[in-house]
């Protein structure tokens, strides 16, 4: 990708969310589930992290945000996003005017990783999967870590909206949804990058009243963005959305598949280290 078309696509992005960041804590449910899920499994590591600061990636409005800090009491913690408008809104909810001296926020491309090491943890929801160079992007977060952190994220896996998929594939249709990281590709690379802990995948089906509810619920929280600036025409978006209500005239149900992980940088980095599901 050249860094033009890169470029163009980081905007996209922050603008999209720039543009939702009032109203994506509304419509964000699968977003904020992923959260609670990545939070109730670091509760339980806590207690094996070495002292350091805390780093959070693409914070977003601070679902995550505000669980690290109760988790995390007293640690100092970065939280960054490629939108400004969302990094706002997240420094409010944490609240940025109390005089709290160990938070700092920084509008940040995590896809670049972050540009000092020495983590005691790295945490992201739901960011991976807009990067083009995700399996970059965890190596950089590895190597930010220091010997004994964890790295902690989730991320729209590749099982996600098959029924959407599969609508498109029935009206020979080409499907704009974006193509996300499959589980297996990510242990890859958290394997043959040293990382040794866990990963997994949830699956969760949500209902709509409409199709149209269903992308309606994606623009609202900025996630409907094309990683390749690609979109069906009105008049074959349309013929989707008619179909669609027709084959399920009770409402649309698409499932979404969340990815998770859990890596720890070893003290001691050695040969075979592996994530192991």
């Known amino acids: 990708m050249s860094l033009s078309a890169d470029a163009a696509r980081k905007e996209r992005i922050a603008r999209s969310f ?17 959260a609670e ?3 109730a499994e670091l509760a339980k590591e806590c207690g094996r992290l070495p002292a350091g600061p805390v780093l959070e990636i693409g914070c977003g409005t601070g679902s995550l ?3 690290l800090v109760q988790l995390l009491p007293g640690r100092e913690c970065w939280f960054t996003d490629l939108s400004t408008a969302a990094l706002e809104i997240c420094r409010q909810r944490l609240g940025a005017g109390s005089g709290v001296p160990h938070r700092h926020w920084q509008t940040m491309d995590g896809e670049s990783g972050p540009a000092r090491a020495g983590y005691a943890l790295i945490a992201s929801g739901m960011a991976l999967h807009w990067f083009a160079d995700w399996p970059g992007a965890l190596r950089r977060w590895l190597r930010a870590l220091r010997p004994g952190g964890l790295l902690a994220f989730s991320f729209q896996e590749a099982g996600s ?15 704009t949804a974006n193509t996300f990281p499959a589980l297996e590709q990510v242990q890859e690379v958290l394997v043959a990058a040293g990382g040794m802990g866990r990963c997994w995948v949830a699956t969760e089906a949500w209902r709509h009243d409409s199709a149209q509810a269903f992308f309606r619920s994606l623009k609202q929280t ?4 094309s990683l390749t600036g690609g979109s069906l025409g009105a008049g074959a978006f349309r013929g989707l959305l008619r179909a669609w209500d027709q084959r399920c005239p009770e409402g649309v149900e698409v499932r979404v598949s969340c990815g998770f992980a859990l890596v ?14």
Not at 222 to 225: L, Q, Y
Not at 264 to 277: D, N
């Open 18 to 34: 720039s543009r939702r960041a009032t109203t994506y804590d509304q419509h964000a449910a699968a977003q904020r589930r992923a």
């Open 37 to 39: 899920s990545l939070l």
């Open 65 to 67: 945000s505000a669980g």
């Open 161 to 175: 909206f098959p029924e959407w998929r599969e609508e498109c594939r029935r009206l020979g249709l080409p499907c």
């Open 222 to 225: 900025g996630t409907a963005t």
């Open 264 to 277: 720890w940088r070893e003290a001691a980095q050695e040969a075979g280290a592996a994530a192991t599901t």
